[in-house]
């Protein structure tokens, strides 16, 4: 429950001047998603400090109220609105993405703004702000927060087909993951059961409906953020359960990372805080010696490894999992603070250009299609992942763009359908490994692996590269090829165990290679 001091500090009117950069209108343009329509192309400079850099909107003609859709994440959301996927090279580093161009370059502008506050904080009656970190440690989170849709971290399933959605079969009866929010209702698609999911998630039964009283969220008290963020995030005013929101926040984070859970995962014993701590500390001084690419090769070795290496006597290599669930987590939530603070800078600048003429329903339309939303739990929609963005685009549509006043309650019911989504990936998961366990597949030609490689004495390449590629280890569920996860086991003469993912649908399970003599 927040006390009147935090409502007053969540009314900033924006950032100051020199931090607002400046607009320019460069005329006409196509909508990147149907190129039918017609749009104003209009385009936001950072400040010089900030390293001058631009970001590209585009408002479709002819619309009331005018809505200013980000170009650079319209071109990424084309292919899977014409059915397709995104071009991704085989080789090669995976190019830049919108989210992580504008978090590597606002990293001086959110600095420049907790400086700032600090400033303003020491000759007012609010008491000083602890000093911000310096700028290599928001650079480390973002080379973890460009890590976090790949590995087995990322969430990846899309659930497009019934079977997704579907535990078992039994006398040709159909018992579903999500049985309890689909009403009994006959279901014949994906769409309607997803359709079902956010009904039920926006439609809570009477006893759940807020008494309509509104409080602020203290975002200040949360672990790493500060006063500012009462300008990067949207919504924190109009909360009306706040601990309901965030006991619902802490299960919203697996819709973005794989099995993660902030009470669970979230270090809280002193020893687990010492041993995260240490993790944490070689990750940051691997990135201050290796630098850019080097850097996320060597990451994603020691993903692959389980970060084997980097494990002291006393923590368990679980521990070695949880601990980066959490600091992609964490990274995260600080990228999500320097992508605010350039939409906070790009909207206060707006507001203040008399050329465009925002009015308060268009102003607020900007801050919520592009700010951190309290409501996504506490991240932007441009880091909602595609199979996710499935399921939060028609709510978003329905209640957040439209300019209409939100209905009571639709934070924590929108919080509450990505907490659904990731207990059903969870589910699913869990599914899928007690369906399948462990399958045999015999080579189809005379390879083997020589007799002293084990998963104790070799190294995880030397491994894979001496396994011959099966002809049966195809995912079940889409088709696709299998990539081996981890370091494979050996717990016979011929037998050979090894973790294998989908890169496509996210399917994991464990095969058995049977070596021929």
């Known amino acids: 429950m927040a006390d009147e001091s935090h409502t007053e500090r969540s009314t900033c009117a924006g950032p100051a001047p020199h931090v607002a950069g400046r607009w320019d209108q460069l005329g006409r343009c196509k909508f990147p998603l149907n190129r039918k329509i017609e749009g104003d192309l209009f385009r936001y400079y950072a400040p010089a400090f900030a390293g001058n850099f631009s ?103 899309s659930f497009r087909s019934r079977k997704d959605y579907t535990a078992s079969r039994r ?59 009462y300008l990067l995030l949207d919504g924190a005013e109009t909360v009306h359960d706040p601990a309901g929101l965030l006991r ?58 389980g970060f084997a290496r980097l494990l002291s006597a006393e923590s368990p290599r679980d521990d070695m999992g949880r601990y980066f669930r959490h600091l992609i987590w964490v990274s995260q939530v600080q990228m999500a603070r320097v992508y605010g603070a ?38 932007p929609v441009a880091f909602v992942r595609r199979p996710l963005l499935r399921w939060v685009m028609r709510p978003l549509l329905e209640y957040f763009w439209t300019g209409r006043a939100a209905p009571p309650g639709d934070a924590l019911s929108l919080t509450t359908l990505l907490a659904r989504y990731g207990r059903l990936n969870e589910d699913r998961r869990r599914v899928d490994r007690e369906r399948h366990g462990p399958i045999a597949f015999e080579f189809q030609d005379e390879g083997h692996i020589p007799a002293e490689t084990t998963a104790a004495s070799s190294t995880y390449k030397e491994s894979v590269d001496h396994l011959p590629v099966a002809r049966d280890s195809a995912c079940p569920i889409c088709g696709d090829h299998m990539n081996p996860i981890g370091k494979p086991s050996r717990p016979t003469e011929k037998d050979v165990l090894i973790d294998a993912e989908c890169p496509k649908c996210g399917h994991s399970l464990t095969l058995r290679f049977v070596l021929r003599e």
Not at 202 to 226: E, H, M, Y
Not at 279 to 290: E, H, I, N, P, S
Not at 342 to 361: I, K, T, Y
Not at 363 to 376: D, E, G, I, N
């Open 55 to 157: 970001v590209d909107f585009v408002v479709p003609r002819n619309e009331t109220p005018r809505r200013f859709f980000a170009k650079g994440w319209l071109k990424e959301l084309r292919p899977a609105c014409a059915g397709g996927t995104p071009h991704r090279p085989k080789d090669g580093p995976v190019p830049e993405g919108f989210a992580d161009r504008l978090t590597r370059l606002g990293i001086p502008l959110l600095h420049r703004l907790e400086q700032d506050a600090i400033v303003a904080c020491d000759h007012g009656p609010t008491p000083s702000l602890p000093a911000p970190p310096p700028l290599e440690v928001y650079k480390f989170h973002h080379a973890i927060f460009t890590a976090r849709n790949s590995g087995r971290q990322a969430v990846r399933r």
């Open 171 to 229: 006398s040709g009866v159909e018992h579903y993951l999500v049985s309890e929010m689909l009403g009994g209702s006959r279901l014949i698609s994906a769409t309607q059961i997803i359709s079902a999911i956010q009904d039920s998630s926006f439609n809570p039964p009477p006893s759940s409906q807020p008494d309509g009283v509104r409080v602020g969220l203290p975002l200040d008290a949360f672990p790493g953020r500060n006063a500012v963020d």
């Open 248 to 305: 619902v926040w802490n299960q919203a984070a697996s819709a973005f990372i794989d099995g993660y859970t902030m009470i669970s995962d979230e270090p809280t014993t002193d020893e687990d805080r010492r041993a995260y701590l240490e993790f944490v500390g070689q990750l940051v001084r691997a990135f201050l010696d290796k630098k850019g690419d080097v850097f996320q090769r060597w990451l994603r070795t020691e993903r692959e490894k």
């Open 342 to 379: 350039v939409m906070a800078s790009a909207w206060a600048a707006l507001a203040a250009d008399e050329r465009v003429g925002l009015n308060p329903v268009e102003s607020q339309l900007f801050r919520t299609m592009h700010l951190p939303q309290v409501a996504l739990a506490g991240l």
